[in-house]
């Protein structure tokens, strides 16, 4: 059973930047595709980030130029670095990992964005 597990969240002002970082029991590049999803309360789950097995990478338009996702094969890890970030950007983040048309979660990490 392929376990994710979230870490790096937190409270920071608007402006700060944040570093998310998803573990995997199994090796990063046995997935198809591995992201980062958010909720906000009171809304649906969405994707904020995606990079795919060959490096190809998806931002949602309301990140893009100021998150980064990257992985580390040698860790088994994928980040997400936040930078100039804004209270619309709170909310708990999740990993996911895609393999074999099956999709993993994390339990979550909370990121709050103080104004």
């Known amino acids: 059973q392929v376990q994710l597990v979230e870490s790096g969240g937190g409270l920071v002002q608007a402006g700060g930047s944040l570093r998310l970082s998803c573990a995997s029991s199994g090796i990063i590049f046995s997935f198809n595709a591995m992201g980062w999803y958010r909720q906000a309360p009171g809304k649906q789950r969405e994707l904020v980030a995606v990079l795919g097995s060959g490096g190809t990478t998806n931002y949602a338009d309301s990140v893009k130029g100021r998150f980064t996702i990257s992985r580390d094969n040698a860790k088994n890890t994928v980040a997400l670095q936040m930078n100039s970030l804004k209270p619309d950007d709170t909310g708990v983040y999740y990993c996911?990992?895609?393999?074999?048309?099956?999709?993993?979660w994390g339990q979550g990490t909370q990121v709050t964005v103080s104004s």
């Open positions: 996911n990992g895609l393999r074999y048309g099956i999709n993993y």
